[in-house]
Each structure stands twice: as C-alpha cells, then as structure tokens.
T-cell receptor, first 115, second 109 residues
Framework: GAVVSQHPSWVICKSGTSVKIECRSL??????MFWYRQFPKQSLMLMAT?????????EQGVEKDKFLINHASLTLSTLTVTSAHPEDSSFYIC???????????FGPGTRLTVL | LAKTTQPISMDSYEGQEVNITCSHNNIATNDYITWYQQFPSQGPRFIIQ???TKVTNEVASLFIPADRKSSTLSLPRVSLSDTAVYYC??????????FGTGTKLQVIP
C-alpha cells in the first residue's frame, strides 16, 4: 500500500517552454504533498508543501511564479516549471502523506533536462 | 525542524552487519524517526520508522536510546544491492522535513 507515482519519469524540453509534472497517490488520500528537487550528488531540497485545496507554501528562495503547484484533489498534485531554463534541469521528486500516516511516501522522481 | 547529522560515507564488506548512526539533538516530543534508502535516479524508499526503543522489520532494525537524540539503523548481512544513500528524517507525516547529507554506503565484494 501507500504508492506514489510520477509522470513523466523523464522529460526533455527547450529553454523557454513550460513543463508539467504529475504526482499521484494511487491507493490513499494524500492530504499533504511535498515537492523536492535533487541535483547530482546532492541531497533532496524541499521546494514546497501543498495541502489539498489550499495554496502551496514555498521554501525560501523558491520562485512561486516559476514553479506552479496545484493540489486540486486528494490524489493529484502537479508541478509546472514555467519558462524553463537549463539551470532548472534536475531530478524532481514528490512525496505524499495522509492523516493515517507518520511518514512520507515518495514518488520515483522525474528527470527534467532543459536544452 | 530537527536537524540531522550522519556520516557522509561508509564502506562495508558483503555479509557484514552495518550500523549507521544519526544525531538529532533537537528532536521534538511528537517527532518520529524514519530511515529511507535511495538509489541513483530513484525516489527515496521507506526502510523503517520508530519513536523509541527498538524496532525491527524484515530488512533492518532501528535502535533509539531513551533520550531520542540519536538513532542507529542496523542492516544485517549487507549485500552489494544495499549500496545506496541512507537518510534519517525526523518529523511526522504531514510535517515538512529537512534532508541531511545522508550516508553513502558502499558494499564491497
């Protein structure tokens, strides 16, 4: 149980375009979802926290107008990277949790490459 | 947010028991301690979680002293496939957590 999926698993886009990444909880209701970014050989860095039906809370230094997060349902959150640039290339990972859990369940990650 | 400190890397031979200790001096009363394993280009995978004393599951044991300011993940008889980065996280469910450096475990044949 407690499975989280992400789509796509990898994406390549041109500089200046927007990319949407989906995060789904497959078998539980995710009241809270988190988005992380991980650069090569580094740890995960929290970007934002989203609660279903509410606006996301962004970490310091993360541009909310560039990284749009929508958590419209209890099973789906999306991260849209707007006007992507090469420096946005990274591994994006979401996690989800619900009221019955004490831990976060992580998705498999999405590799974004901006050319 | 509770800050965690772990060794950056460890080496172990196949078949040995590996113990990875994490310090979390400012753990809060209602915080749980959770350990995750991450392989390259994959999301973290849950290993074990505990609140106090000892917890054991089919893959690992977690030892937590009475003051809860540290915890030790024990992996019995590691194999090459256990080569990964191991993170300890402190918090609970819907609380945001801070990932530390993690411990890169290299299992040697």
């Amino acid at each position: 149980g407690a499975v989280v999926s992400q789509h796509p698993s990898w994406v390549i886009c041109k500089s200046g375009t927007s990319v949407k990444i989906e995060c789904r909880s497959l078998d539980f209701q995710a009241t809270t979802m988190f988005w992380y970014r991980q650069f090569p050989k580094q740890s995960l860095m929290l970007m934002a926290t989203s609660n279903e039906g509410s606006k996301a809370t962004y970490e310091q230094g993360v541009e909310k107008d560039k990284f749009l997060i929508n958590h419209a349902s209890l099973t789906l959150s999306t991260l849209t990277v707007t006007s992507a640039h090469p420096e946005d290339s990274s591994f994006y990972i979401c996690s989800a949790t619900g009221t019955d859990y004490n831990e976060q369940f992580f998705g498999p990650g999405t590799r974004l490459t901006v050319l | 947010l509770a800050k965690t400190t772990q060794p950056i890397s460890m080496d172990s031979y196949e078949g040995q028991e590996v113990n990875i200790t994490c310090s979390h001096n400012n753990i809060a009363t209602n915080d749980y301690i959770t350990w995750y394993q991450q392989f390259p280009s994959q999301g973290p995978r849950f290993i074990i979680q505990g609140y106090k004393t000892k917890v054991t599951n089919e893959v690992a044991s977690l030892f937590i002293p009475a003051d809860r300011k540290s915890s030790t993940l024990s992996l019995p008889r590691v194999s090459l496939s256990d080569t990964a980065v191991y993170y300890c996280l402190v918090g609970g469910g819907y609380q945001k957590v801070t990932f530390g450096t993690g411990t890169k475990l290299q299992v040697i044949p």
